[in-house]
Structure formats: C-alpha cells, structure tokens
C-alpha cells in the first residue's frame, strides 16, 4: 500500500550571505516601556510583533493599567496595520505568540492576579483572530508565581504552553513546597487542559524554549538558579513522560535560551550564553559567550561552539535554516574576537554559522548611547531576515524614530552574493526549483499528498491531485515546508 509522505524541505531558500545590508530598521513605542519577545509571520503574509508595553500615548492606542501585552500586525516594509493591547489593571507581559490552524493567533505570558501583588501571577493565554479581536482568554496556575515562557504546537494539533511554577494548587500539580519547577501544560485549541506536569530539576529552575517532536512530545531547555548552571534538556513524549533528560556545559554558568529543530529532522539545535571554558565547552572567548550545541534526537551531543568576544555575549533566538546554515541573535558587548560592536552596552548581534560551526558571517546593529536586545529572528522571504527586540537608545544614528525610554526595535537584514540549490530529501525524492516563484517540481515515487506549512507549523494548503507539480504563484513570498 502507498503510504503519503510528508517532504520537510524548504521552498524558497534564503542562502548563506556573503554580505549582510539593512534594508530598513523601526522603532514602536510610546514614551514609557516597550520589550518585543518574539516576532512571527501571519497568516496573511504580514508579521505580529508581541511583547508589553507601558505607554499610553505614541504608537499605543490604549492601555487597560500598568503593563500589558502589545501585539503589533506589520506589513514587509514594516507599516504599523493595527496595534492592540490586551490585559487588566494590573501586569501582563507576553512571552510567546503562534499562529493556530484555524486561522487565529495564540498568545502566552504572565498575569499578576492577586490584589496586584506582584509576587503572585498566572499563565495567561489570549486567542485572538486576524484582525485582533479577543475569540477567549484564559488563566491557568495556583496561588504563588507561575509564568510562562513559550507555546508551541504539537503535530496533533494541540499546543504546549511551558514555564515556571512555584505553586502546588489550583491547576498546578506535582511541585514540592518552596521549589519552583519546570510546568508544561498541553491543551487544545480551546484552551481545555488535557494534561499538565511538574518537573522538579532542582530546588529553583530558570526556563529555556520548548520545541515540539514528531512524535507529538516536546523537548525543552531550562537552568537552575546556582552558580553552575548548565543546559539543561528534556524530553516528554506525548503524555508528558520524560523520554531522556540531560546536561551539558563546564563548571561554570551555561544558560540555555532557544531551541529550533534541524533540517529534514535531523536533531535539534540550542543556543545560549555560556561561562565555562572546560567540560562540553572549548574556545570561549571570555566572560559570557554566544554558546550553539547540535544533538541528535537521543540527546546526544554533536557538536559545540563559542561565539563571541572577552565581554558578555548572550544569545536568545536560534534559526536552523535550511539544509547547510544556522542563525543566532541576541546582544553582544564585546568589541573584540568575532564582534565588532562599538558599544559598551550591547548591541543587537546576529551571526550565520554553517552547521559544522564556521561563522560564514556576523553584524552587530546599534548605538553607542544605549542598549540594544534581540530576542527573535524569522526569515522574511527571498534573501531577507527580520530581527527583533528592543532598543534603549534615545536617537542615535542607527536608531532613528525613538519614542522614550525602551521601544520595540525592529531590523529587515538582506543577506547578498549567495547561490542557489536543489534539494534531495529521504524517500529520495527531488525538489526543483528552489528557490522558486511560481511551480515546484517533485520527482519521485509513492508520492500521495503533500501539505504546505508555514514557518509557524501551519498546515496552509493540501495538495492531494497531482502532488508532483505544485502551483504556488498564489502564496506571498518566504520559507515554507513541505
């Protein structure tokens, strides 16, 4: 019988860049606070910003009090097409935001409930539509501090939510008194709790970023909260059972912040700020350095590398883009070694790296009078990435349009001077032309369907007649799976 095989491949391939431009670079804000978290496309072919924001005046139409989420929908040139605040009087700052398969976005962070007392908070998730209107919004933890850090969808098409967790009631179950633990939560897309566990790694736990498995399950990172902390990674299969739990780093501290799954499954590749110079650890350049491991689905370790120069550099997004190529960003203070920052106080740093380690190329992007943080990266179609984060810089000379005090920061890079290629993936089946703008040819056989899935995990299109000749001139430009 003809089995439907699921091709992960890329179709229009942004290549390994020989140099790097800034097509163009923009603040949002108002004049108090505002931190961006992560950044996604839509599924419009736009892109969300998400993170908080404090202001009640500049780009912020509304405040509901205090701290709230902000979600800003962007167009390729990065036109504001509508900004919406969400939360209460008290604090919300999200984390974590996707787009679901029916259409609609998902959005995690924290909520201070209790009388204000910011001792105290909950996971609070909010799904909002295309256009940003509220379709629900929930709370989920105890009656001490939970907070969440990432959500992400499993194949099944449900979604993990994971974080921190210092409570042992209300929803939370499993943690030890005065111990905060690792908390996942599996839910569906209603917000409904199928399961949700502890995992108590140690007396007090830092989390990473989680990444969903093919098997429905879900590998996560976290750290502990000593002075030798290490990466720390676990596997949960579908029901939250630990598969394998392991650590690496040297003896000093290694704090894991993203995870991403490699071309054609192939493992997973984690990204970090690291201390040590011994144990898993070689060639670090002094104080913190970008730290990128590679490991196979077992969680073994393939391969280690140090980025960085002799003052902090600390990663906290990672992009395995691509068949040959992998994309770190996050802040950099050095201004020696692989950097070239001018900057005491930080600079967006991003770097390309081969996946054998070779940094192929690196830039660093800010000001001399303040600081700049990024915290996501996602392609943004032909040659193009966007970075994003937040920017402390009042108005300098890179950063422009300042509001005040902190602004989401925003940065288009296109990478030049690449080549292009054809794809072999297993069941030895071959794509052509990639990248492409109009028809993609599959030669090979048993090919039965195939699914369209954007860099969000979302099914977008299902080619059922004639799967070895697919028409995309109808989808907007950038990376897709098949």
């Not at 921190?164 to 569906?188: I, L």
């Not at 970075?387 to 300042?402: D, M």
Request: hydrophobic residues 35%.
């Amino acid at each position: 019988m003809k089995k439907g095989i699921k091709l992960f491949v890329l179709v229009l391939l942004p290549l390994i860049g020989i140099t790097q431009t800034v097509d163009w670079k923009i603040c949002y804000g108002g004049s108090d606070e505002e931190r961006a978290f992560e950044i996604i496309p839509s599924h419009d072919g736009n892109f969300l910003l998400a993170g908080n924001t404090k202001s009640v005046d500049g780009d912020i139409s509304f405040n509901h009090g205090s701290s709230d989420y902000w979600v800003v929908k962007i167009d390729d040139s990065g036109g504001i097409l509508w900004e919406e605040t969400y939360g209460g009087t008290n604090f919300e700052r999200a984390h974590s935001i996707l787009g679901t398969n029916d259409g609609a976005y998902l959005i995690a962070g924290q909520k201070n409930l209790i009388d204000g007392n910011p001792t105290n908070s909950d996971f609070y998730l909010v799904k909002f539509n295309e256009s940003g209107t509220i379709l629900w919004e929930n709370t989920y933890g105890g009656s001490a501090f939970d907070i969440p850090y990432d959500i992400v969808r499993s194949p099944d098409d449900n979604y993990f939510v994971s974080g921190v967790t210092s409570s042992d009631d209300g929803d939370v179950s499993g943690n030890e008194s005065n111990k905060s633990a690792v908390w996942v939560m599996k839910m569906n897309a209603s917000g409904t709790i199928l399961w949700e566990k502890c995992y108590l790694i140690n007396d007090c736990v830092n989390f990473g970023a989680s990444v969903p498995t093919p098997d429905n399950g879900l590998i996560f990172t976290a750290d502990v909260c000593d002075d030798n902390s290490d990466f720390h990674i676990v596997r949960l299969d579908e029901e939250g059972e630990i598969i394998w739990q392991k650590t690496y780093g040297g003896s000093l501290n290694d704090f894991p912040h993203a995870i991403a799954k490699c071309y054609e499954n192939s493992g997973y590749v984690v990204a970090g700020a690291a201390a040590s110079n011994d144990g898993d650890l070689f060639g670090n350049n002094g104080s913190f350095d970008f730290w990128v491991i590679k490991i196979d689905h077992e969680g073994e370790l393939l391969s280690s590398n140090c980025y960085g120069g002799s003052d902090p550099d600390k990663a906290y997004s990672v992009l395995a883009h691509g068949n040959s190529e992998i994309l770190v960003a996050g802040v950099t203070e050095s201004d020696d070694g692989d950097t070239k920052n001018e900057d005491d106080f930080g600079d967006f740093w991003i770097i390309n790296t081969a996946y054998d380690g070779t940094l192929n190329w690196q830039i660093s992007l800010g000001d001399s009078i303040g600081r700049e943080v990024a915290t996501s990266i996602i392609p943004a179609g032909d040659e193009s990435f966007l970075v994003a984060g937040y920017t402390c810089s009042q108005e300098g000379q890179v950063v422009t349009g300042h509001h005040g005090m902190v602004d989401y920061w925003l940065v288009k890079i296109n990478t030049t001077g690449n080549s292009t290629e054809n794809i072999t993936v297993s069941g030895n089946v071959d794509i052509s032309p990639n990248p492409t703008s109009s028809y993609l040819n599959l030669i090979g056989e048993d090919i039965k369907f195939v699914e369209l899935v954007n860099i969000s995990g979302v099914i977008i299109a299902n080619f059922i007649e004639n799967p070895q000749q697919l028409n995309l001139s109808g989808f907007h430009k950038g990376l897709y799976f098949l």
